[in-house]
Every structure is written in structure tokens, then in C-alpha cells.
């Protein structure tokens, strides 16, 4: 991990609402509209998007901890757009502020965490666990 991760950082994504972010995807008898699901993991995109050029070798990003809001719906075909800021590195642990928006109103907003890995042991960690499945 780079010194240069640092609190107070800033990063913003945007994304068109398609057919495959609609909540129909997942159960049919609810609205067609931008999914609770796709909005969460837009979230943690938008954070691993930010602190991606500041890994050091092997390292990666996993997540731990999300406290979100979906505030309002937003219709498929509309563009969201997410801001995140990273509040807090404590060692490995990265605290990030994370807003969406459509065009019209703010549509969500979360604490997350992540987590600072190395690949290689997650992943053989993983691997054992598969075996044992």
C-alpha cells in the first residue's frame, strides 16, 4: 500500500441504468427500476475503483462493512452517477463516504469498508475452503 492513500481522497464513477440493473432481475413482482443490489455494488466499485493505483504488489481490496440507503428509485435508462471519499485508513482498513445520484435526486448514500489483502494468501485460503466444501 502506497503512503500516498491518504483520508480526504476523492473519486466519482458514473453508469447508465440498464436492463441487467433492474430489480426484476431478481425477483419479478417489484417495480422496474435500479436495483438495491446493483446500487450497493456500484458503491464498492466506485471505492476499489479509487484506491486501485495505490496497491503494491498482489495486494487487492475486499470488502467488509457497509451501512447503506437507498433514498430514491431511479428509472432504467437514466444515468447514476457515485461519489466517494475515503474518511478514514486505519492500517489496512479503508472507511469511505459514498453518495449516488441520478439526475434528478440523490439516490443513496453509505459507509463502507475494505479491506486491504494479499492475494495470493486469500485466495490459497480460499481454495482450502473450497476443498472442504
Avoid: W
Avoid at 466506485?46 to 433514498?71: D, N, R, S, W
Amino acid at each position: 500500500m502506497s503512503e500516498e492513500l491518504k483520508a480526504g481522497m476523492t473519486h466519482e464513477m458514473e453508469r447508465q441504468v440498464t436492463e441487467d440493473l433492474s430489480a426484476q432481475k431478481v425477483f419479478p413482482h417489484v417495480p422496474n427500476v435500479y436495483a438495491t443490489r446493483a446500487m450497493v455494488g456500484h458503491f464498492e466499485e466506485v471505492c476499489a475503483e479509487m484506491v486501485l493505483p495505490y496497491l503494491g504488489e498482489g495486494e487487492q481490496t475486499v470488502g467488509i462493512a457497509m451501512k447503506f440507503t437507498h433514498t430514491a428509485a431511479t428509472p432504467l435508462g437514466m444515468k447514476v452517477r457515485f461519489k466517494a471519499k475515503l474518511a478514514e485508513v486505519d492500517g489496512k482498513k479503508l472507511t469511505f463516504e459514498v453518495e449516488g445520484f441520478d439526475a434528478v435526486d440523490k439516490i443513496g448514500e453509505a459507509t463502507h469498508q475494505r479491506f486491504i489483502i494479499n492475494a495470493e494468501k486469500f485466495n490459497s485460503k480460499m481454495a482450502e475452503k473450497a476443498k472442504k466444501a
